[in-house]
């Protein structure tokens, strides 16, 4: 009996990633205390992590606060490069929400907003109450001549066209949430995607939960 050989991951020579999970109580999480503890644990894992390359927490890893300036001020002395998933307004003064990743550095910030709501938890029930949630803009984020796209948990099981940005990323960077769902079977879900979009794109795919068993694909 012969056995096909798995197709082989894509090279990537870009900064070694240090993904650091929290796994919170999704039924806390949004609340002051819960946004606290949450972010607490965080801080204190990726205290460890100084002098690495780019440490990445998860989707909505910050979630006291969904004001930017108020997110970083949240989250201190944390090392840098930090790469994060918020809710963060989509502009002062506006109630109209973007689920973002935000990377930031050295003086530098810069983000990219989720594109594909999940529908029904992001998005509101058809034909009734809507979230504020919207749909933002996806962009390339840059780090040490590394070219990031990140993904946010939903968006990894969609077919991606990369033709649609001026240059063509080094990694792709899936923050997700996958606490309070079946979480074998959620990471399970994810990891194949993750791995179907490698094959489609030919770039390798890094995917960050915030439950610790998760692993890159």
């Not at 989720?114 to 984020?141: N, S, Y």
Request: glycine share 8%; net charge negative.
């Amino acid at each position: 009996m012969t056995i096909m050989p798995a197709p082989p991951y894509p090279d990537y020579y870009g900064p070694e990633i240090f993904p650091v999970a929290h796994n919170p109580d999704p039924t806390d999480k949004w609340t002051p205390q819960g946004a606290q503890a949450g972010l607490a644990v965080l801080r204190e894992r990726s205290q460890q992590l100084r002098d690495q390359d780019l440490i990445v927490w998860p989707e909505n890893a910050v979630s006291g606060t969904f004001d930017l300036d108020e997110a970083l001020a949240l989250i201190g002395e944390t090392p840098r490069p930090l790469l994060f998933g918020m809710t963060r307004y989509a502009q002062a003064g506006s109630p109209i929400l973007h689920n973002s990743a935000v990377l930031i550095d050295a003086g530098s910030i810069q983000f990219s907003d989720k594109m594909q709501l999940a529908p029904v938890m992001e998005t509101g029930m058809p034909f009734g109450p809507r979230t504020d949630l919207r749909a933002g803009v996806r962009r390339l984020l840059t780090f040490r001549e590394t070219t990031i796209l990140p993904l946010i948990c939903y968006e990894i099981a969609f077919p991606l066209d990369l033709t649609v940005f001026d240059e063509r990323p080094d990694i792709i960077i899936g923050l997700s949430a996958d606490a309070g769902f079946v979480v074998w079977s959620a990471q399970s879900v994810g990891n194949r995607h993750a791995r179907a979009r490698e094959l489609e794109t030919g770039v390798r795919v890094f995917r960050v939960s915030d439950v610790p068993t998760a692993s890159g694909s």
